[in-house]
């Protein structure tokens, strides 16, 4: 089955600048990407989809990139806030499945 | 929470009870979903339904149960034979079944079972 990889370890950054956080994947590659952002003891919210022909995705302050050949994605957000701060998930769909990693969780320091 | 809801948000169980929890949306979406989320780990799918009165075991499905009689409904029976049950149980739904490039998944709040 499909396996998640994101960095366990809490990012901690100050205020204003830019985070960006890492999902990588093993074997079959999906025919997109999905990030969302989960706050303790609540369910996770979408925030970005990303397809494997799209090379970049944008909303706001938010960017997402997907590199089929690395297998890899980066999820970054610019002029980082305090209200930033929360866990981030990845998620690949394939063969009809959503496979989730175990999340980043990001702390933003005024 | 996107029009899932969830209840109980808490609920505790003694050893060797069956326990249901329930799940409800009213966003008129085909499909759901059953997850669990453990400390430190990535949601792991227990249910999925892609429509009424049809569903298929997810990864870790041993020790639960599920049914679909309604399309705004999709409850999660938590059997005695789960060694493990104490988590916090997310369900899901979205647009979309087999198929759909955009499908996205809206979450409920969420319930945190404990075993006692």
């Known amino acids: 089955s499909q396996k998640i990889e994101q960095n366990s370890e809490a990012l901690n950054i100050q205020e204003g600048k830019t985070a960006t956080l890492t999902c990588n994947y093993t074997?079959?590659?999906?025919?997109?990407l999905q990030w969302y952002r989960q706050d303790p003891g609540r369910g996770p919210v979408f925030l970005l989809l990303?397809?494997?022909?799209?090379k970049e995705k944008r909303k706001e302050r938010l960017k997402v990139t997907f590199d089929t050949t690395l297998k890899q994605s980066l999820f970054h957000i610019t002029a980082s806030q305090p209200a930033d701060s929360a866990t981030y998930l990845c998620a690949l769909y394939n063969f009809n499945k959503f496979y989730f990693g175990s999340g980043t969780k990001l702390n933003v320091k005024p | 929470d996107g029009g899932i809801t969830q209840s109980p948000k808490y609920l505790f169980r003694k050893e060797g009870q069956n326990v249901t929890l329930s799940c409800e949306q009213n966003?008129?979406?085909?499909?759901m979903y059953w997850y669990r989320q453990d400390p430190g780990q990535g949601l792991r799918l227990i249910y999925y339904?892609?429509?009424?009165?049809?569903?298929q075991k997810g990864d870790i499905a041993e020790g639960y149960s599920v049914s679909r009689e309604k399309k705004e409904s999709f409850p999660l029976t938590v059997t005695s034979a789960q060694k493990n049950p104490t988590a916090f149980y997310l369900c899901a739904s979205s647009p979309r079944g087999s198929g759909g490039l955009t499908d996205t998944q809206y979450f409920g709040p969420g319930t945190r079972l404990t075993v006692l």
């Open positions: 339904s892609q429509i009424v009165n049809d569903f």
């Open positions: 966003l008129n979406h085909d499909a």
């Open positions: 990303i397809r494997e022909n799209e």
């Open positions: 074997n079959y590659s999906p025919a997109y």
